[in-house]
T-cell receptor, first 114, second 112 residues
Framework: SQTIHQWPATLVQPVGSPLSLECTVE??????LYWYRQAAGRGLQLLFY??????ISSEVPQNLSASRPQDRQFILSSKKLLLSDSGFYLC?????????????FGPGTRLTVL | AQSVTQLDSHVSVSEGTPVLLRCNYS??????LFWYVQHPNKGLQLLLK??????LVKGINGFEAEFKKSETSFHLTKPSAHMSDAAEYFC??????????FGTGTRLQVFP
């Protein structure tokens, strides 16, 4: 069966520090991968998605970036965090086989920027 | 363009009473529709999915939703609420690019 992991689970970082959040998927090949952010009391905002290794599409211009160095690894990064980067970050995968559009979410990372 | 509207930001029910969470959608083609649930500080869990097969979709934990094309609705129901159902619920529609479009969420409170 497929599983999705995110780490760390929680993170507290000072303004201006770098960021690296990791997401890995097991049990599937060549999935679409997604990064979402959920601000307090709000819905989900799609940040990045990837249809393959090295292929990244950005939905919202900001100081975050994403990379996909391996088929089942998706990384969210920042060189300098802003206060507004605080939120709950969710990674999701979507299986291409059978052209299903269902996305399955990881447990999330709670980021607090102080 | 696709969109989804969750009509209630908060719903409160007593344990053992029915739950109704309302969702209306807009789509220029036959959409896929989903309900996800999110417990505090957790990821989103898929409750159920509609994909143009049966209009009444049964999901996990006793939830079900009915697709009504004439009303462009996809309301989520459960006959009897349990304390563990307290969470945030998201109605979601898929776009033609396979991206998901999320509603703003409905927070369900269940009182004993």
């Amino acid at each position: 069966s497929q599983t999705i992991h995110q780490w760390p689970a929680t993170l507290v970082q000072p303004v201006g520090s770098p960021l690296s959040l990791e997401c890995t998927v097991e049990g599937t090949s060549n999935p679409n991968l997604y990064w979402y952010r959920q601000a307090a009391g709000r819905g989900l905002q799609l940040l990045f998605y990837s249809v393959g290794i090295g292929q990244i599409s950005s939905e919202v211009p900001q100081n975050l970036s994403a990379s996909r160095p391996q088929d089942r690894q998706f990384i969210l990064s920042s060189k300098k965090l802003l206060l507004s980067d605080s939120g709950f970050y969710l990674c999701a995968w979507q299986e291409l086989a059978g052209h299903t559009d269902t996305q399955y979410f990881g447990p999330g990372t709670r980021l607090t920027v102080l | 363009a696709q969109s989804v509207t969750q009509l209630d930001s908060h719903v409160s029910v007593s344990e053992g009473t029915p739950v109704l969470l309302r969702c209306n959608y807009s789509s220029s083609y036959s959409p896929s529709l989903f309900w996800y649930v999110q417990h505090p500080n957790k990821g989103l869990q898929l409750l159920l999915k509609y994909t143009s097969a049966a209009t009444l979709v049964k999901g996990i934990n006793g939830f079900e939703a009915e697709f009504k094309k004439s009303e462009t609705s996809f309301h989520l129901t459960k006959p009897s609420a349990h304390m563990s159902d307290a969470a945030e619920y998201f109605c979601v529609v898929s776009s033609w690019t396979d991206k998901l479009i999320f509603g703003t969420g409905t927070r369900l409170q269940v009182f004993p």
